[in-house]
């Protein structure tokens, strides 16, 4: 089995959907040769079990990210291009993000552009500065078509971000995390239409609702089964699901 990409770059992998990524990526049968495992304080108690995997695995890279933080971005452009050694970045993975649950009654400005200043300004950033490694892999591959194993930017969006399913808003308002994903979702589709002529494919991926800091022991899902939905998902990529809104089992959503 060939591996999903030669090269892989995930944001926020020092916990939660992120890190069972970058485990899934390095422990599976066909690893990527680089796996840049970023978060916003890889030294910090929060990167400790990441630190771990990358002890175990050499192919994975812990490098410092904070996508709203713009030195951070370029900085971390510097190692990766200078580790891939002339060769381009195959996949890059925007997971990183956070929730907000403020409901109209506690909405402030503040909260919304904090929210849309991580979720959606910061993967477009990260999107921007990563480009030139991106189309370097796109035009390596020297093959027809669009795939992750070729260039891709993979977007984690939400089920919240969808406009047309919008209407249980009132279980659970979110106004800032809502909006900031529908947003991404258009970011994600205005990069697709963009980008495909470069032989880049993007596509907002919803991993479900997973138990994770963000999804709380609520949710139904476990993160081992999210991540291996989409990894599954992400392999089956190509020219027509390029722009699209999918979820972890592939299946369409409606924006
Ligand atoms: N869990 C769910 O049910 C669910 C459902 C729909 C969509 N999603 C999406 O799936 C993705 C992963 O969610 P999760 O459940 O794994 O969330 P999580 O457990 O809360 O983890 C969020 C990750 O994002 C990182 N992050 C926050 N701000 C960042 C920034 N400025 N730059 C880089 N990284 C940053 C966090 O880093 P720190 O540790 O430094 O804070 C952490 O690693 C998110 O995009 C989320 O919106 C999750």
Redesign the pocket.
């Known amino acids: 089995m060939a591996p999903l990409a030669q090269s892989v770059l995930v ?8 890190l069972e990524l970058v485990r899934q990526l390095a422990e599976g049968p066909d690893p990527p040769q680089y796996i840049f495992a970023t ?3 890889p030294e910090g108690p ?1 990167g400790k079990t990441l630190r771990d995997l990358a002890a175990k695995y050499p192919n994975v890279r812990l490098i410092q ?4 933080n713009l030195a951070t971005i370029k900085a971390a452009v510097q190692v990766v291009e200078s580790q891939l050694n002339g060769r381009g970045l195959n996949l890059l993975i925007n ?5 907000s649950h403020d409901s109209l009654q506690s909405v402030a400005p503040q909260q919304m552009l904090s929210v849309f200043s ?2 959606v300004a ?1 993967p477009l950033q990260v999107a921007k500065e990563f480009l030139p490694l991106l189309k370097e892999a796109a035009k390596e591959a020297n093959m027809e078509g669009l795939s992750c194993s070729k260039a891709a930017i993979i977007n ?5 971000g969808s406009i047309e399913l919008g209407f249980g808003i009132l279980q659970a308002p979110m106004y800032p995390y809502r909006a900031s ?1 529908a947003a991404l979702n258009m970011v994600t589709r205005c990069l697709a239409v963009e980008l495909q002529e470069v032989g880049i494919l993007c596509t907002a991926i ?5 138990k ?4 709380t022991e609520k ?1 139904p899902l476990t993160v081992e089964c999210s991540v291996q939905g989409i990894l599954k998902v992400l392999s089956s990529l190509s020219q027509a699901t390029t722009g699209a809104f999918l979820d972890w089992e592939g299946k369409t959503l409606p924006w």
């Open positions: 944001t926020g992998s020092n916990r939660g959907i992120g978060c916003r304080d929060g990210l904070d996508a709203v997971n990183g993000a956070i929730n991580t979720n910061g984690m969006s939400s089920l919240g994903k919803h991993p479900g609702w997973v994770t800091d963000m999804g949710a």
